[in-house]
């Protein structure tokens, strides 16, 4: 039977009550990058593959869903979903090309198949090459729900970022999370047991493909804006950096990470360091590897079981 952590219980409990204290497109923008952070960590904190190719993933979910939205009349919730499927195909066919490599190699493999899809929406007609596609609406959910409303959008966004972390969870706790996690520990053991590893390590990578593309899905239809800068090798970084930052191989390190960085990114953005900002994330990035190896939610894990357990 699956139980509710205390941890979920507040994390539903200030997710409800977030757009009365903040400003509701900032939250989206967290739950957004904070679902994109936890599908990138279901790959790398559970099975141990270091993607730098997320970001066409994000990109495709976005770009898809705005063109359907836009273009064809398409409900919000089938764009989203079309969206969420697009990226997940993707993540099959990249998937199938990556999971047989290792270390580096799969890392490598991942940036020129995301490079490719880059270029590609830079390329394409329907996507509006460098100035992206702009003035999507969001339209009405299920044809009774104006999401141009802040709080009918905001609490859309919320469950689905829900819906994304109880995927994750559930996930992670199945035996097919524990053997993605036997494989990310002993590779050559697991195999040894009978297991096809690259079939596992297939699974999980379309699984965190369709997450990311739900992600972008998502956060297209809150901006009313897909861009290049979605599907950019900098958002692959970006999200390693989140993970990182957060915990990597924790559940709400993702999040907690994604939050930090998007809010140092809209704190900065309108003042004079604005020009540096990229260099203040990479200065923050190794700050983090160098003295915070576990990230902000596992180093605090690790305070509490060494102090109160």
């Known amino acids: 039977m699956f139980k509710v952590s205390k941890s979920t219980l507040i994390l539903v409990a200030l997710g409800l009550i977030a757009p009365y204290f903040l400003y509701p497109v900032f939250v989206m923008k967290v739950l957004c990058f904070g679902l994109f ?15 730098f190719g997320h970001a066409a993933f994000l990109g ?7 063109y359907l939205v836009m273009e064809t009349g398409l409900s919000p919730e089938l764009g989203i979903l079309c969206g969420t499927i697009a990226a997940g195909l993707l993540g099959a066919l990249y998937g199938k090309l990556a999971v047989k490599r290792e270390g580096i190699y799969f890392a490598m493999v991942t940036l020129a198949l995301a490079q490719l899809a880059f270029f590609f929406y830079l390329q394409a007609p329907f996507t509006g090459g460098e100035n992206g596609m702009q003035g999507i609406p969001r339209g009405e959910l299920f044809g009774f729900i104006d999401l141009s409303d ?35 520990e002993n590779e050559p053991r697991a195999v040894s047991l009978g297991y096809n590893v690259n079939d596992y390590k297939w699974v999980a990578f379309i699984i965190s493909a369709s997450l990311a593309g739900l992600a972008g899905s998502t956060k297209t239809l809150v901006f009313q804006l897909a861009s290049l800068s979605d599907a950019h090798w900098h958002m692959s970084g970006e999200v390693v950096l989140m993970t990182l930052l957060g915990g990597m191989g924790t559940l709400l390190g993702p999040l907690v990470g994604a939050a930090s960085v998007v809010t140092i990114q809209n704190y900065l953005s309108g003042g004079e360091l604005g020009n540096y900002i990229h260099i203040i994330m990479g200065l923050i990035f190794v700050v983090c590897v160098l003295a915070f190896r ?14 109160f357990s």
């Open 37 to 51: 952070a936890m599908a990138f960590n279901l790959l790398l904190g559970y099975v141990g593959l270091l993607s």
């Open 294 to 307: 576990s990230g902000i939610v596992g180093e605090f894990q690790k305070f509490m079981k060494k102090n």
């Open 60 to 66: 495709t979910g976005g770009y898809v869903t705005g």
């Open 150 to 184: 802040s709080l009918n959008m905001y609490y859309t966004v919320l469950a689905i970022f829900l819906f994304g972390f109880w995927l994750i969870n559930r996930t992670i706790h199945s035996p097919f999370g524990q053997i993605l996690k036997a494989i990310r």
